[in-house]
C-alpha cells in the first residue's frame, strides 16, 4: 500500500525530539492491542525482506539467460523463476492482508477508545472551556485530529518501518555484491537530499504565503454566506464580488510565483537525481564492458537503486504524516491532561442530595472569565426562602441570565457567596447538586432523536406512564397524540420540526419528570404568541408547584402573582418586593415598565 500523498504543500512542522517523546503517550491505548501491532509489523518486516530478493532473482534470471549463472550449483533454468517470482508475490499478498486486518483492530479499537477518553474529559470541563474555542474546533479534536492518528496507525507507521526495511536490506545488498558502484551512488544521495532541503525550505515559504491568501478568500465567502441577509438588504453584492476577485487575484499571483520555484527545483532535482542515475549506470557498463561485473548484476544493480530512492523519496512524505500525526497527539494530551469539573463515575443513590431549597445570594461580584475588566454583578443579595417564587426583571443585558449561571455554577463569583439551605454552594458535590435543578431556557434546542427521548432526558430509563403523565402535565400530550408515530416522532434537526411553543411544552415534560427541587425560568414564554403562551403559561404554573422557583421574564404579567421580584439594573438589585408594592412606587423603573405593558389606571 502506497503512503497517501500530501495533496497541498501544506508547512511541515520540524519532529523535535521532545515532540516525538511527549507523543509516546498515544501508545497507551495500543496496549491492549500490542500484540496485534507487533505481529502485523513482523509480517510486514518478512514480507518486505521477501521482496528485496525480486531484484537480485531478476538479476540472476539475465545471468541465467546468458548462460552465465552466477550460482551454477542450483542449476535454475529461466522458467524456474516464474516460480521464484510467483512465491515473492504471494507471500506479499498473504502477508499484506493479514498486516491489513491486524493494523486495522490496533487502529479502529484502539482510537475509539481515545476518542471515549477525550470526549469524557470534553463534556466533564466547565463553561469557560467551551467559551474559548469555537465548536468546530472542539469537534476538530474528535474527528481530524483523531483521524490522523488514525491513518498512523493503519497505514502510515507502517509504510514508515517498510521504507526502513527496504533502505537497510537493500544498501546491504547492494554493499555486499557491487561496493564500489555502491559507494558512488550513495555518495550522490546526499547532495540530492541537501538541495531538496534548500529548495523545500524556499517552496514551503511560499506555500505557506498562498494558503494564507487562500484562507482570506473562504473567509470573505463564509462571511457572506453567514450574514446573506445583511449583504442582500444592503443590496452590496458587487461590493462583495469585487472584494472576493482581489483576493483571487492575489491567489493566482501567488500560486504562479509557487509555480515558477516548483519549476526550477525540478530542473535541478532532474539535473542532479538522473545525472546521478546516468553517471552510475555508464559507470557499471563500464564494470561489464570490463569484465568486473555481470550484466545481470548491473540489472538488478538498476532495480534495486530505483526500489532506493523510491523508498527514500516516500520517506519525505511519511515524515509530513507523521509530523502532523504528533501534533494531533500534542493537541490530545492536552485535552487529557486537563481537571475535570465533575465526577468521573455516575452518582451513587447513597450520595444524592435532597434540598429544601433555601437560596441565599449574598453581596455576589461577578466578572466573566473572559472579559475580567467588566464587572456584570456589582453586589447582588437576594434571599428565596424554601418553596417560594421569585422574578428577576430589568432590562437585557441587566445580569438577569449570570445570576442563574452563577446558581447553577456554570462558575464562580468573583467575591461573595451563594448559600443552599445555608451552606455554601462550593461545598457540595457539583453533580449532587446540580440534580436538584431544572431549567426552561428561552430557546429550547431538542436533541435528535424520539420526543420520547427528549423529555426521558429529564430521567434517564423513565417507564413511559411517566413520561405521559409528564407530558399531560406540560399540556404536551395532545400535540404529541396527534403526530402518527407520537412519542416516536423524530424531532431535532433531520426530524419534525416543533414549533416554540412546542417545544417549550417539550421542555417543561422534561423538567417535571426531573421533578427538581429548585426551577429556573429564563423567559420562557418571551417568544410566544398568545396562545402557546398560555399553555405554556399553564403548565409552568403547574411545574412551579411546591418548588423553589426563579422566573425572568419580559412581561411582566407572567410574573404578577410570585412571592417577589427583583428589579435588576446594571448589575445591581435596584428594587424589590411583590407586585403591588412595586407599582406603587412612585418613579420606580418597575412602575415605569409596568405602565408600558399594563397601561396602568391611574
Ligand atoms: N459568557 C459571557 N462572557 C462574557 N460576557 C458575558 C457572557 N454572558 C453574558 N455576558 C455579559 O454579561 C452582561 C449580562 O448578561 P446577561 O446576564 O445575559 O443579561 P440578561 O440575562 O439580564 O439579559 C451582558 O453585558 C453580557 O454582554
Ligand atoms: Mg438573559
Redesign the pocket.
Known amino acids: 500500500m502506497a503512503a497517501k500523498r500530501r495533496t497541498s504543500l501544506e508547512p511541515v512542522k520540524k519532529i523535535t525530539l521532545t515532540d516525538l517523546k511527549k507523543s509516546l503517550f498515544i501508545f497507551r491505548f495500543i496496549k491492549p492491542y500490542m500484540w496485534q501491532f507487533v505481529v502485523g509489523m513482523i509480517l510486514l518486516s518478512i514480507s518486505s525482506a521477501v521482496f528485496m530478493a525480486f531484484p537480485g532473482a531478476a538479476g540472476e534470471m539475465a545471468n541465467v539467460a546468458i548462460k552465465k549463472p552466477k550460482y551454477p550449483q542450483l542449476g535454475l533454468r529461466v522458467i524456474d523463476f516464474g516460480w521464484i517470482f510467483f512465491a515473492i508475490v504471494l507471500v506479499q499478498g498473504v502477508f499484506a492482508y493479514f498486516k491489513t486486518i491486524l493494523f486495522a483492530q490496533v487502529s479502529e479499537k484502539g482510537m475509539a477508545d481515545v476518542r471515549r477518553a477525550v470526549f469524557h474529559k470534553m463534556v466533564r470541563q466547565d ?1 469557560s472551556y467551551f ?1 474559548q474555542f469555537r465548536v468546530g474546533e472542539l469537534t476538530s479534536r474528535l474527528t481530524a485530529d483523531i483521524e490522523k492518528l488514525q491513518s498512523a496507525f493503519s497505514v502510515t507507521l507502517g509504510e514508515f518501518v517498510r521504507q526502513i526495511v527496504i533502505l537497510v536490506i537493500g544498501i546491504g545488498i547492494l554493499m555486499y555484491f557491487a561496493p564500489k558502484l555502491s559507494l558512488i551512488m550513495l555518495a550522490t544521495f546526499p547532495v540530492v537530499v541537501i538541495l531538496a532541503m534548500i529548495f523545500g525550505r524556499m517552496l514551503r515559504k511560499v506555500a505557506r504565503k498562498r494558503q494564507k491568501k487562500i484562507a482570506e478568500a473562504n473567509t470573505i465567502v463564509d462571511e457572506v454566506f453567514q450574514a446573506f441577509t445583511t449583504v442582500k438588504a444592503y443590496a452590496n453584492e458587487y461590493y462583495e464580488e469585487m472584494r472576493y476577485a482581489h483576493s483571487l487575484q492575489d491567489i493566482v499571483r501567488i500560486s504562479l510565483r509557487f509555480a515558477h520555484y516548483r519549476g526550477v527545483f525540478f530542473i535541478f532535482m532532474m539535473l542532479f537525481l538522473f545525472g546521478g542515475i546516468f553517471f552510475v549506470l555508464i559507470l557499471g557498463a563500464l564494470f561489464v564492458e570490463r569484465g568486473q561485473m555481470q550484466v545481470g548484476d548491473l540489472f538488478s544493480f538498476i532495480i534495486y537503486t530505483t526500489i532506493i530512492g523510491t523508498a527514500i523519496a516516500g520517506l519525505g512524505n511519511l515524515y509530513a504524516e507523521i509530523a502532523g500525526a504528533i501534533g494531533a497527539t500534542e493537541r490530545i494530551s492536552e485535552i487529557l491532561r486537563r481537571d475535570m469539573e465533575v465526577r468521573e463515575t455516575p452518582l451513587p443513590e447513597s450520595e444524592k442530595l435532597h434540598f429544601k431549597g433555601h437560596i441565599r445570594i449574598e453581596d455576589v461580584h461577578f466578572s ?4 475580567p475588566e ?1 464587572e ?1 454583578l456589582k453586589g447582588i443579595t437576594i434571599d428565596v426562602p424554601a418553596g417560594a417564587k421569585i422574578a ?1 426583571a ?12 452563577l446558581l447553577l455554577r456554570f462558575y464562580e463569583p468573583t467575591s461573595g457567596h451563594i448559600y443552599m439551605d445555608g451552606r455554601d454552594i462550593k461545598e457540595y458535590d457539583l453533580t449532587a447538586y446540580r440534580q436538584n435543578f431544572a431549567i426552561v431556557p428561552q430557546d429550547v434546542v431538542l436533541f435528535g432523536g424520539t420526543i420520547r427521548e427528549n423529555i426521558a432526558y429529564g430521567k434517564p430509563g423513565a417507564h413511559d406512564d411517566e413520561i405521559i403523565e409528564a407530558a399531560k402535565q406540560a399540556n404536551a400530550w395532545r400535540f404529541i397524540q396527534q403526530f402518527p408515530d407520537g412519542l416516536d416522532t423524530v424531532v431535532g434537526d433531520r426530524g419534525t420540526r416543533l414549533s416554540g411553543g412546542q417545544r417549550q411544552r417539550i421542555a417543561i415534560a422534561r423538567a417535571i419528570l426531573r421533578n427538581p427541587t429548585i426551577l429556573l425560568l ?1 423567559e420562557a414564554t418571551s417568544s410566544l404568541d398568545a396562545e402557546s403562551e398560555r399553555l405554556v403559561q399553564e403548565a409552568l404554573d403547574r411545574l412551579m408547584e411546591g418548588r423553589t422557583a426563579i422566573i ?1 421574564a419580559h412581561r411582566l404579567s407572567t410574573i404578577k402573582n410570585v412571592d417577589k421580584i427583583y428589579v ?1 439594573d446594571n ?1 445591581k438589585v435596584i428594587e424589590s418586593g411583590t407586585h403591588n408594592e412595586l407599582i406603587g412606587m412612585p418613579n420606580g423603573t418597575y412602575r415605569a415598565l409596568a405602565s408600558l405593558q399594563f397601561s396602568l389606571a391611574e
Not at 466573566?368 to 472579559?371: A, D, G, I, K
Not at 430589568?394 to 449561571?405: L, P, V
Open positions: 463553561m467559551e466573566y472569565p473572559r472579559r467588566v456584570v428577576l430589568g432590562q437585557s443585558g441587566s445580569g438577569k441570565s449570570t445570576i442563574m449561571s429564563d425572568i435588576i448589575g
